[in-house]
Structures are given as structure tokens and as C-alpha cells.
């Protein structure tokens, strides 16, 4: 714990610890990802926490009446799965050299390679004291390095100014350039790629019912028969899925109103699922 002037900065032990109305007023509804009720979810479900590699530790600016100022959603990891960045390359040069890189302090929303906030709060002058804050946490507890990652482009500037180095990467997004449907969107695309997407909707749609599920109409019965697609498709693709059965149902309770479930049947059964979660201006496809 540290002060300067009327603020006072400190670590915690868990994101559910502070009022998710605070919380949320520094993180903003764009982003669904560093929202108190996704971030409290992973904790609760211990998708995160005692046993995960991914232990909690946000570190946050309080003002003097002991209300929330500026967070940075924060683990100490050991190990690096789950970030979608790849740097055990840094961490066996690390060990070759003498050294050793975990744990090292990650900031970032667990398990999401999605664009957003990372420093969150009202007032950016605050981005200074919060990142010499992980400074001083790191270097106190004898931690290799400091990661933030997914960070929106807005925020960029505020690590760099603070002396963070910058790794650059690229990723894909789908923009709706005024499409009112699909057919508007295929509309765009030459005739031969409208007849490809056209024959192979029609071909993979046969015998298939689709529900779009969200809020109150997703019912424990969906999240059973969408945990056995995610157990199944990370098990296959990723070696270990990262969210317990009881992140679904968290989620699904804290924040149903911002994630889309759809569901596709064949027969009255559940044959396979997406996952998306809704912010303010994009809809985020995850599993």
C-alpha cells in the first residue's frame, strides 16, 4: 500500500470484493470483459484462483473516502496459458540465463484475446501513479516482469509514457460497413463467392434448427449441452479448457443480458453452440 496525496494504492485479493457498481463505473459497458460480473464469475467458479496459475491480484487507486478510483485487473501467472500470446519462448530464455520468469504479473481479462481497457478509470491521470504501482508491486516481491495485453488502441500511449515496451501483433475484425442483413453483406461480394456462401449455408443448415438465446431464455439444460461442446472442442484443440461448468452458470446469472448463446438442433438435440458476448459496439465471438 502506498499514498499519494489524497489516494492511496493497494493490491487486492479478488476483483468480488469490490462494489461492482464502483467497479463498473471505472470499467465502462463497452467491454464486457473487464466488467465486475465477468471478472467476479471467473473467480467464484474458480476458473481462476488457488490452483489455476491465475491468481488474482488487482491492484486499485481508492480515494480518501475509500472509493474506487482506478483498477487494473491483474494475476500473478505460473505459467502462460490462457493469454493467447505465446512467450513461453521469453521464459526458457529467462531460465537458460540464470534467471527465473514466473511468477510474472499479467494484466489483461483471463482467457480472452479480445481488445479493451485495461487501466480502468474516469480520470487517465491516474494511469501514471497505477503503473508505477506495478512497478513497485513487482519489485518488492521479487517478480520477473509486468504483461498487459490486449490493450486498446486509446490506452496504448498511457505504457508507453510510463516506459513500457511495445509488442505488436495483428488481428481480424469484421466491420458493418451499413449491412441491414446477411443478403446486404453478400450484396458486397462477387457473384461467384454469393453463390459458394449461399450453397454452403444451405448444405451445413439441412435438418437444422438454430436458436438465438440470450438473457432469462438460457436455461441450465443449454449451458450443460454447450459445457459438453466446449469440454470437447478444448480438449481436442487446446489440450485443457480453462472455465469450470459453474463459470457458465455465473455468467449466465450476472450478466446473461450481454451474452447471445445460439444453439444449433438436429432432431430436438443439441448438436453444437457459440458462445458471444455483447459490448456497446461489437458483439465478441468466444467459443
Known amino acids: 500500500m502506498s499514498e499519494e496525496g489524497s489516494f492511496t494504492l493497494r493490491t487486492a485479493d479478488s476483483v468480488g470484493e469490490f462494489d461492482p457498481a464502483q467497479w463498473d463505473a471505472l470499467s465502462g459497458a463497452a467491454n464486457p470483459f473487464v466488467s465486475h460480473a465477468f471478472l467476479s464469475a471467473l473467480e467464484d467458479s474458480g476458473s481462476v484462483g488457488e490452483g489455476t496459475g491465475w491468481d488474482p491480484v488487482p491492484l486499485v487507486i481508492e480515494d480518501g473516502e475509500g472509493r474506487l478510483a482506478a483498477a487494473l485487473p491483474a494475476y500473478l501467472k505460473s505459467h502462460s496459458q490462457g493469454e493467447y500470446v505465446f512467450d513461453q519462448g521469453w521464459a526458457d530464455a529467462w531460465h537458460r540465463a540464470g534467471g527465473r520468469y514466473y511468477p510474472k504479473l499479467q494484466i489483461s481479462a483471463p482467457f480472452t484475446p479480445a481488445t479493451g481497457p485495461r487501466v480502468l478509470t474516469q480520470d487517465l491521470a491516474l494511469a501514471a501513479p497505477l503503473l508505477r504501482g506495478v512497478e513497485q508491486f513487482c519489485e518488492r516481491n521479487g517478480i520477473s516482469s509486468a504483461h498487459s495485453t490486449f490493450i486498446e488502441p486509446e490506452q496504448v500511449p498511457l505504457f508507453e509514457a510510463a516506459g513500457w515496451m511495445a509488442r505488436n501483433d495483428i ?78 452458470t455465473l455468467m449466465g446469472e450476472r450478466m446473461g443480458d450481454r451474452i447471445l448463446l445460439i444453439l444449433a438442433f438436429m432432431e430436438g438435440k443439441p448438436v453444437a453452440g457459440a458462445l458471444n458476448f455483447i459490448g456497446a459496439r461489437a458483439l465478441y465471438g468466444r467459443y
Open 171 to 248: 488481428q481480424f475484425h469484421w466491420e458493418n460497413r451499413g449491412y441491414t442483413g446477411f443478403d446486404d453483406f453478400l450484396g458486397a461480394l462477387s457473384s461467384r463467392k454469393r453463390k459458394d456462401i449461399r450453397k454452403e449455408r444451405a448444405a451445413a443448415q439441412d435438418g437444422v434448427e438454430i436458436r438465438h438465446l440470450a438473457g432469462a431464455a438460457i436455461e441450465p439444460a443449454h449451458w450443460d449441452a454447450f459445457w459438453q461442446f466446449y469440454q470437447d472442442t478444448g480438449a481436442r484443440k487446446w489440450g485443457q479448457p480453462y472455465l469450470t461448468r459453474e463459470a457458465f
